[in-house]
């Protein structure tokens, strides 16, 4: 499947059905993230059933601590 992510056109395998999958590909499924699918923000609780389709528009912010 191929999914716009920040801007960039990546493929993702077919596993990666949900919001959650996504985040464990990248493994930033343990870190603090926002996730926005086409322009909407998924609420954390939604992360599992938010399924992926080709061509969405993501994006994924997430923190970073240091001092």
């Given amino acids: 499947m191929k999914l716009i992510?920040?801007?960039?056109?990546?493929?993702v395998p077919e596993q990666v059905?949900?919001?959650?999958?996504?985040?464990?590909?990248f493994q930033l499924h343990n870190k603090l993230a926002v996730v926005e699918v086409n322009l909407t923000i998924?609420?954390?609780?939604q992360y599992d059933t938010t399924t992926l389709c080709d061509g969405d528009k993501i994006?994924?912010?997430?923190f970073v601590g240091g001092g």
């Fill in 59 to 62: 994006e994924i912010v997430h």
């Fill in 17 to 25: 059905k949900t919001v959650s999958d996504l985040l464990a590909h």
């Fill in 42 to 45: 998924i609420e954390k609780s």
């Fill in 5 to 11: 992510i920040n801007g960039e056109s990546i493929h």
